[in-house]
């Protein structure tokens, strides 16, 4: 398991780099649209750390 987190607080998990990017991005998307499109796959994955 991956974990980013938000500075909102919020954790964001993901099984895999690809469900963890996809996570993250819906957790943007959802509580902070203003920053949609400005992180990478590259940049998400480099985020996270193993939990």
């Known amino acids: 398991m ?3 987190h938000c ?3 919020t954790n ?3 099984e ?3 469900a963890l990017v996809e996570n993250v991005q819906a957790h ?3 509580d902070h649209p203003d920053l949609v ?3 990478s796959r ?3 994955v480099e985020m996270a750390h193993d939990h």
């Open 28 to 30: 943007i998307a959802a």
């Open 42 to 44: 590259e940049q998400i």
């Open 7 to 9: 500075p909102c607080g």
């Open 37 to 39: 499109g400005k992180y």
């Open 16 to 18: 895999t780099d690809d």
């Open 12 to 14: 964001v998990e993901g």
């Open 2 to 4: 991956k974990v980013v």
